[in-house]
Structure formats: C-alpha cells, structure tokens
C-alpha cells in the first residue's frame, strides 16, 4: 500500500510538472484551507526552514502557490495554493478518483462498512506512528 501511495504522488507530480517534494507539498497545502506558514510547511515534510522557503519560492515562481498575510495575525505569511492549482490537482486525479469509486460501487454494503472501517484503523495507526518517531 505504501508503495502504491509513492507510486500515485510520484504520478501526480509527472502530471502537474513539478517534482516529487513539490508534489507532496502541493498536497498539504490543498488540504488545508486557512493555508500554513512556510515554517509548518517545512516541519510537514521534513525539512529546514532554508529550504522550506526555497521551495515555496519555486511554487510561487511556477504559480502553484501564493503567500499571503495570516488571517488573524499581520506579521506572519501564509502559503496558499493557487486556484489554478486546486484545478490542475482535482483534474490530474480524476481518473484515480474514478477508478477508486468504480472499485468501491462493486463491492456490497457490508463490505464497504468493513473497508471504511479498516481504512480508518489503518489511517489511525499511520498517525499514531508518524507521531512517535
């Protein structure tokens, strides 16, 4: 499953012409709505702030992200991403999304009940693990 995950980002990033990291970021951005500071961003993906901001640089330059002020505190800046982008994303994973549901209309009530349940222990795990390294 892990494998199949890197193989689908690294297929994402192809698609929207930016690299793996850029790919991944991109990700975290579309997830949150408010936006994050180029700093949390840096901490989601594992990097330094040096290099947090060279990327946010060169999603800007692309016009995949934005920076914007903090909704409530002026001082700081906010990474957005781009209208274009959200567009670019939901298109380059429509066919994913299609076949992801096309799967799961195949499968009968009980069976989606113990898939969705699964998934979510699963998805509970990864973070409690994520969250102890």
């Not at 793996?20 to 991109?26: C, E, G, S």
């Not at 579309?30 to 040096?50: F, M, N």
């Not at 001082?75 to 096309?102: D, F, K, M």
């Amino acid at each position: 499953m892990l494998r199949a995950n890197g193989e689908a980002t690294h297929g994402l990033a192809r698609r929207l012409g930016v690299g793996v990291t850029d790919a991944i970021a991109l990700d975290h951005l579309l997830s949150s709505p408010d936006g994050l500071g180029p700093t949390e961003l840096g901490h989601r993906l594992g990097i330094r702030s040096a290099s947090a901001t060279t990327l946010v640089d060169r999603l800007e330059a692309a016009g995949h992200a934005e920076r914007v002020r903090h909704p409530s505190d002026r001082r700081r800046q906010t990474v957005v991403a781009g209208n274009r982008t959200r567009q670019q994303a939901a298109e380059a994973l429509h066919p994913l999304i299609q076949r992801i549901e096309a799967a799961a209309a195949r499968m009968a009530p009980d069976e989606v009940t113990a898939a969705t349940a699964f998934l979510h222990e699963v998805a509970e795990a990864m973070r409690d693990y994520a969250g102890r390294a």
